[in-house]
C-alpha cells in the first residue's frame, strides 16, 4: 500500500485490523519513540489511542467510525486524533496538536467564569446599603469562589477591628478583635490602602490563631489585599487555603485584587450612606416640629404634615417658648416658608434659629419680627415667610393672648359655645420690604375657649367631590365650630383629619396647626358616680 503522507507536518500512523503498526511518519516517530513497522499499538502508542483503534476496527454496534475523532494526552501536550479507514482493513491515525487550542479555550472558559462571578458579586454587593451585609456578603462569596475561607475585616474603631469571617460551605461570623495588625505582614499596610504583599512572602506558619476561623486546620497560603473605598480604604480582604490545596497563583492574587475592588467599592458606599444617614437623622430631629403640651397652666398642641409623605419636613414649622420667669408668657410662633422640601426646611431652621436668639425681646412682637426681617434680607437667596406670633399668660381662669400676624392668615378663636372669631391683626411679609408693618391684637380666652393659627395649606387644600375645590376658609370655621368644648389635641386632630379627607389622594402644601386653649378648671362627677361628668369654670 502506497503512504500518502510521508512529509506530512503533523503526525501519521496506520495500524491493521490487528492493532499493529505497519507504517508511520517521521513526525509521528518524534511524537511516539516506541512506534515502528510490526509493534503493536499497545506496546507503541497512549492507551487512549490503542483503545480508540480497537473501537474503530471492531463490529460492535458502538465501536467509533471512522471519521470520529478521540483526543488524549502525549507526553506534557494533547492531541486530537483522526482516524481514516483503510481499504485493507488498516486505519490511518493523523493527529493534531491541540494544546494551545485547549488551554486557549480554558482559560477563555476560566476568563467567563470570572466575569459571571464579578458580575453576580456586583450585584449582591450593589443591592444593599447595609454595611454588615456588604462585608457578610464579601466574606461569603470569597470563601465559596476564590479560597477555602475569607476574613473581612473594617478599619479600627479605636482598638477594636470589626471582623466578619467565613470557611467555604459555612455562614459569616461578626466579631471584634483587641489586635495589633502589625503582627500579621501586610495587613497593617493594606487597612491604610497600601499595595498588596505577594502571598509568597507571607510565611502561613507566622499566622496568629485569632485569623484562622474555628476547625480550619492547618493554612498553606495567604492573600491579604485591600479593600480600596471612596478616598480612604473600605478594610482588608484575607484569602485562606489549607495546606493540602495548591498555593495562590499570581493570576488568583490578581482576580482577588479585581473582586476586592468591587467589595471595597460597596462597603465604602455603605459606610458613606450610613454616616449620611445617622447626620440626616440629626439634623432631622432639630428641624421636626416639637411635642406640645400645658406650660405654665396653658394648654399647647400642634400637628404638622410635609407635603410629600416620603418627606419628614418642609417649609411649615412651629415652636412654643416657654417664659423664663414663671408667670410670664410663653411665646408662640407659627411660619410658613416660601417653598417645599429640604431647601426650605433649612431655611426654616435658619429661621427658628435667629427666633431663640431673640428670644428676650420676646415682648415686643414688632421689634422681634423687624429684626428678623433684618437678618433675612441680609441672606443670600434667603426666601420670604409668613408668621404669626402669639403671647399666652395665664391669668386666673382665663388666658390673655397677643397676636400679631406678618402676612399669615389671621388667628382664629373658638369659644367654647361654637361660635368661630377671627382675630384682627395683619401685617407684611418676612422677608421682602426693608420696613416690617405689623398690627398686635390683644385676646382674652376664658376656660374651654382656644386659638386656632393654622398654615395656609390647610385653607388651600383642594380636593372634594370634584378634586379641585379649596378646604377654604368657611369649611374650616365650620369644622372648628364643630370642636367646641373638646381638649386642644382632639382640635388638632378633627381638623387635619377632616383636611386629610378633603384631599384624598391629591397633592397639597406643608399643613401646620397649633391649638392655644384655657383649659377647664374643675371638674365634677355625675351623681351616680358612673356617667362622664362635666367641667365647669
Keep these: 500500500m502506497r503512504f500518502p503522507w510521508p512529509g ?20 509521528a516517530g518524534l511524537v511516539f519513540p516506541q512506534a515502528r513497522p510490526g509493534v503493536s499499538m499497545v506496546e507503541a502508542v497512549p492507551d487512549w489511542l490503542s483503545s ?21 494526552p502525549v507526553g506534557e501536550r494533547t492531541f486530537e486524533a483522526h482516524p481514516i479507514a483503510q481499504g485493507d482493513g488498516a486505519v490511518a491515525w493523523w493527529l493534531v496538536d491541540d494544546t494551545d487550542l485547549r488551554l486557549a479555550r480554558r482559560a477563555l472558559q476560566v476568563e467567563k467564569e470570572r466575569t459571571a462571578f464579578l458580575t453576580q458579586a456586583s450585584n449582591l454587593l450593589l443591592s444593599s446599603l447595609n454595611l454588615e451585609r456588604c462585608m457578610d456578603v464579601t466574606a461569603q462569596m470569597a470563601a465559596e469562589h476564590l479560597a477555602d475561607a475569607a476574613l473581612v475585616i473594617a478599619p479600627a474603631h479605636g482598638r477594636m477591628l470589626p471582623v466578619v469571617s467565613c470557611l467555604r460551605g459555612g455562614t459569616p461570623a ?19 490602602g497600601f499595595p498588596p504583599v505577594p502571598s509568597r512572602w507571607i510565611d502561613p506558619a507566622a499566622a496568629p490563631a485569632w485569623l484562622l476561623p474555628e476547625g480550619f486546620g492547618t493554612v498553606g497560603s495567604i492573600v491579604i489585599t485591600p479593600l480600596p473605598g471612596h478616598g480612604v480604604p473600605a478594610g482588608v480582604l484575607v484569602l485562606l487555603r489549607r495546606s493540602d490545596h495548591a498555593a495562590f497563583t499570581e493570576g488568583e492574587e490578581v482576580f482577588a485584587r479585581l473582586f476586592a475592588a468591587r467589595a471595597g467599592a460597596a462597603m465604602s458606599a455603605a459606610r458613606l450612606y450610613a454616616e449620611q444617614a445617622s447626620i440626616t437623622e440629626i439634623l432631622m430631629r432639630e428641624l421636626l416640629p416639637p411635642t406640645l403640651h400645658q406650660i405654665s397652666g396653658v394648654d399647647f398642641a400642634g400637628g404638622y404634615r410635609p407635603s ?46 435667629t427666633l431663640h436668639a431673640l428670644l428676650p425681646m420676646a415682648g415686643d412682637h414688632q421689634r422681634m419680627l423687624s429684626l428678623l426681617n433684618t437678618s433675612l434680607l441680609n441672606i443670600e437667596n434667603a426666601r ?14 382665663s388666658v390673655q393672648l397677643r397676636l400679631t400676624s406678618a402676612g399669615h392668615p389671621a388667628p382664629l378663636i373658638l369659644r367654647s359655645d361654637g361660635r368661630v372669631e377671627e382675630v384682627s391683626t395683619r401685617g ?7 420696613n416690617l408693618v405689623t398690627q398686635t391684637a390683644k385676646v382674652t380666652l376664658e376656660p374651654g375657649d382656644a386659638c386656632f393659627l393654622y398654615t395656609d395649606g390647610i385653607s388651600e387644600a383642594r380636593g372634594g367631590p370634584l378634586g379641585d375645590a379649596m378646604f ?40 401646620a396647626v397649633v391649638v392655644i386653649s384655657a383649659p377647664r378648671t374643675n371638674h365634677l362627677s355625675a351623681v351616680n358616680g358612673r356617667t362622664r361628668g362635666r367641667f365647669t369654670a
Design 428 to 434: 407684611t411679609l418676612v422677608g421682602v420690604l426693608p
Design 472 to 511: 377654604g376658609e368657611e369649611r374650616l370655621k365650620l369644622a372648628l365650630s364643630e370642636c367646641a368644648g373638646m381638649p386642644a389635641e382632639a382640635v388638632v386632630e378633627r381638623v387635619q383629619m377632616l383636611a386629610s379627607q378633603w384631599l384624598g389622594s391629591g397633592k397639597h402644601d406643608d399643613m
Design 174 to 192: 461578626r466579631t471584634s478583635l483587641a489586635t495589633d495588625p502589625s503582627l500579621v505582614p501586610g495587613l497593617s499596610e493594606a487597612l491604610q
Design 384 to 397: 420670604f415667610a409668613t408668621m404669626v406670633l402669639a403671647s399666652a399668660a395665664r391669668t386666673g381662669s
Design 308 to 353: 410629600k409623605d416620603h418627606e419628614r419636613v418642609g417649609g411649615d414649622f412651629y415652636d412654643v417658648h416657654p417664659a423664663t420667669v414663671e408667670g410670664d408668657a410663653s411665646l408662640v410662633v407659627l411660619g410658613d416658608v416660601c417653598g417645599k422640601g429640604l431647601q426650605a426646611a433649612v431655611m426654616t431652621g435658619k429661621i427658628r434659629n
Design 8 to 27: 506530512a507536518p503533523y503526525p501519521v500512523l496506520v495500524a491493521d485490523d490487528r492493532a499493529v503498526v505497519t507504517v508511520l511518519n517521521d513526525t
Design 52 to 72: 480508540a483503534h480497537q473501537a474503530v476496527t471492531t463490529s460492535s454496534p458502538r465501536g467509533l467510525e471512522s471519521g470520529q475523532t478521540v483526543q488524549g
